[in-house]
């Protein structure tokens, strides 16, 4: 079994910067992908990055590109998304996963566990 603790979210005004923290425990394989999604008011869930634990390859949804950075610190089984110039559409909570397959995808049902969430409000 997973558990994701997501953590980093807050108020910014826009242009501003956050870098959220997921925290991974339990037996994370060194295959898996971790991905962090988010989901605004009254919309689906969508993908915003994704990395897979083994080699750092990692991919984008177009929106975020060039903003964006998404890292894991192997060692302390945590994944990070640093970003950077922050627009009111980015608001939204952030969710952590965890996909076992370890696809770079963006369908969430790829994905096998999931944090809590963390709210993230983009103030303009």
């Known amino acids: 079994q997973v558990q994701l603790v997501e953590s980093g979210g807050g108020l910014v005004q826009a242009g501003g910067s956050l870098r959220l923290s997921c925290e991974a425990s339990g037996s994370i394989f060194s295959r898996y992908a971790m991905g962090w999604f988010r989901q605004a008011p009254g919309k689906e869930r969508e993908f915003v990055a994704a990395?897979?634990?083994?080699?750092?390859?990692?991919r984008y949804t177009d929106s975020v590109k060039g903003r964006f950075a998404i890292s894991r610190d192997y060692a302390n089984n945590t994944v990070y998304l640093q970003m950077n110039s922050l627009q009111p559409e980015d608001t939204a909570v952030y969710y952590c996963?965890?996909?076992?397959?370890?696809?770079?995808?963006?369908?969430?049902?790829?994905?096998?566990?999931w944090g809590q969430g963390t709210q993230v409000t983009v103030s303009s």
């Open positions: 990395i897979r634990w083994s080699d750092g390859s990692t």
């Open positions: 996963a965890a996909g076992r397959k370890g696809w770079l995808v963006a369908a969430t049902a790829e994905y096998d566990y």
